[in-house]
């Protein structure tokens, strides 16, 4: 099996002693279980605990691994005694549920596994709450051999991190290929389309920017959900092209709006996968010379998990960024991990406060104080903060006492081709 982003990863923080993957153990356990006949279902589960190798500088390597292997012990329990599992690399594991009832069986599973995580771990006198994702694959469903198997479970994991949901089962393996090939051509022809979101000043309720967000209606399948699109996007190593994309495509658009509104902001989505790639930043300089856009108009949104992920090679393309005098927004803030230590050193102008603390702002009081604090966090940064997923004007009657400055949301306006912002603003104007 060729190794992948996921099996490949070792632990940087234990040399020498990295762990062994047994991935030929695997493809043979699971070449032995996939019955001939596809009488009755093999699952191969995979397991990722998250931010496990950061853990492991922060803890020691003796303590890690007493974490780890309390880890194994726990999802072994949760196991039938005929599923076997096997370590895979850091924390991860991989296993094998040969002769299920049926496919859903699997699904079930690993919920279970996920139910390990909820206690936390108790190791070298800490309390570690530790957080898991899972990605399934079911035989003879998503794949008839095992590389095929792996494959498929990857991608499911994969896109269960990239979706936050905690386990995902494989979706059908040809539709998935299909789509994108369809993608791949759309994004070469030029054929999706941006569709603005204004950003409102919460006090003035007032328009002072819009953010692009890609929008796909495809001429076979109809309109295609970009939590679908984007999520295959950043699977299939398309990410940097559907970026670059919506970074010009975008700035076409804006160039037309400002043509009416010249000060008017614009936010764009820079995917955690496009976001390191070397030359995103001539892109997006040369974009923005290309369409005379004024650089303090651009707010480049990027998301708190892709600039963790390597915070020295993040500050330093941010700072390139600033000095050309285009803004950053760090989005769904709240939702990932977040540093404090790391906020400090890049030079961001917005707090996107993630929309699910939003949703939540009415129903729960301790939300509610969280978005004020951090507000107030942002504010204290010199940034603005701003709340997504206003839904209702009580929402955003609250997210504006708590300090936000600018708000987005269905109950503003829903993201909308360009004619029609332009539209709303010039209605808005009374001109
Ligand atoms: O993660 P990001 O902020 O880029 O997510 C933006 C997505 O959220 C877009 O697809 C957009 O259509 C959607 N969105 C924008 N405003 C709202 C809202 O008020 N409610 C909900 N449920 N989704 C919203
Ligand atoms: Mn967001």
Not at 44 to 72: D, I, M
Request: proline share 6%.
């Amino acid at each position: 099996m060729a190794p992948s982003a996921w099996t490949s990863a070792s632990c940087t923080c234990e040399p020498g002693r990295a762990r062994v993957l047994n991935l030929d153990a695997l493809v043979e356990r699971l070449a032995g279980a996939i019955p001939p006949d596809g009488s009755r279902p093999t699952a191969v589960v995979l397991v990722r605990t998250e931010r496990f190798h950061q853990l492991c500088g922060f803890l020691g390597y003796a303590v890690a691994e007493s974490l780890r292997q309390e880890v194994e012990q726990r999802l072994r329990r949760a196991l039938r005694p005929a599923d076997w599992m096997t370590g895979v690399g850091n924390c991860d594991f991989a296993a094998v549920l040969p002769g299920l009832m049926s496919a859903s069986h699997a699904g079930l599973a690993a919920q279970r596994l996920l139910r390990e995580y909820e206690q936390p771990v108790e190791v070298g006198g800490r309390t570690i709450k530790l957080a898991a994702h899972i990605g399934v694959a079911v035989a003879p469903q998503h794949g008839e051999d095992p590389a095929q198997l792996c494959q498929a479970a990857e991608r499911a994991l994969a896109e269960a991190r990239a979706l936050e949901q905690g386990f995902l089962v494989a979706s059908d393996g040809e539709d998935e290929a299909a789509l994108f090939e369809d993608l791949r051509e759309a994004l070469r022809d030029n054929r999706l389309a941006v569709h603005f979101q204004p950003i409102y000043e919460l006090h003035g309720r007032s328009i002072v920017g819009v953010e692009s967000l890609a929008r796909w209606q495809c001429p076979k399948r109809g309109f295609v959900s970009p939590d679908r699109f984007i999520s295959l996007a950043e699977q299939t190593g398309l990410a940097g092209e559907l970026t670059r994309w919506s970074v010009h495509a975008t700035l076409r658009e804006h160039a037309r709006l400002r043509e009416r509104i010249p000060g008017l902001g614009c936010s764009i989505n820079l995917s955690p996968k496009a976001f390191p790639q070397p030359g995103l930043v001539e892109h997006v300089l040369d974009a923005v010379k290309l369409w005379g856009t004024p650089p303090e108009t651009v707010t480049l949104k990027v998301t708190e998990t892709a600039v963790m992920e390597d915070p020295r090679v993040s500050a330093r393309i941010l700072e390139r960024f600033d000095q050309a005098g285009m803004g950053i927004a760090i989005d769904d803030f709240g939702k990932g991990y977040s540093s404090f230590a790391y906020l400090k050193q890049f030079p961001a102008r917005e707090l996107k406060i993630d929309q699910s603390f939003v949703f939540d702002v009415l129903s729960d009081p301790r939300t509610a104080r969280l978005i004020g604090s951090m507000a107030e966090l942002a504010h204290h940064l010199g940034m603005e903060a701003v709340a997504e997923g206003i839904e209702t004007e009580e929402a955003l009657e609250a997210v504006r006492r708590l300090g936000c400055d600018r708000g987005q949301g269905y109950h503003l306006a829903r993201p909308m081709p360009p004619d029609q912002v332009l539209e709303l603003i010039v209605r808005q104007e009374g001109g």
